[in-house]
């Protein structure tokens, strides 16, 4: 699977499909068309442009709703619910943080804010979404054994880094990527000292990546996760 950060928390994974999830794009354009999309909240800077590509997208019933009353090709589901959509599995994780639907005027409720884990080709990614830190991680873990997890780590509106170092240890995926940082100045961080942290004191390999940065992940059992190279190199 190549996985790519688009920065903020926007990743594109591609193998037999091409998923793209928290579509709010920051820098530069998309690496490849997405066959889906996966949104884990309400709030502009996941749902991005989610409206405007208007492709086939996992999202939380409220928002799935909203989206399909513009004409997206929506796929509703809840917490704790999984789907398969193309052949690639979608199970909704929780996540504690707000949701609210704000390009409407005052805004109204997006339902709840969750995560994702998506399994495709053997490989299991689990995208935290907005959240700060719960110890129930423990249970993403034992049922689902992600390969790669993609946690918060900007702090003020998420988990920061002390709170991701034990989310990290509670999820238990070999390979860990920081999201959700540097984007505004409240969430300014120095993320090279949340991966010297880990490594020092875990097994887990934490990868920093720069928006437009890609690796290819293998299956945890082949204990694979390098390539890197920037899109358009």
Known sequence: MRLTWLGHACFSLVGSRTILIDPFITE??????????AVTHA?????????QLSKKTVAINEV????????????PMNIGGSI?????????????HSSWLEDEGPGFYGGVAAGFVIAMDGISVYHAGDTALFSDMQLIRDL???DVALLPVGGCF???PEEAMIAARYIGARLVIPMHYDTFPAIRQDVE?????????????VRILSPGE????????????????????
């Open 214 to 233: 890609s690796i290819e992940v293998g299956p945890e059992s082949s204990g694979e996760c390098d390539g890197s190279e920037r899109d358009g190199s």
């Open 158 to 160: 998420t988990m920061g």
């Open 43 to 51: 709030h502009a800077d996941h749902l991005g442009i989610a409206a």
């Open 84 to 96: 398969t959509v193309d052949g690639v599995r979608f199970t909704m994780t929780p996540a504690l």
């Open 144 to 146: 689902y054994r992600p």
């Open 64 to 75: 799935a709703k909203y989206l399909a009353a513009k004409g997206v090709p929506a796929e």
């Open 28 to 37: 530069g354009s998309l690496p490849a068309e997405p066959d889906i999309v």
């Open 193 to 205: 000292n949340f991966k010297r942290a880990i490594e020092r004191t875990t097994s887990i390999r």
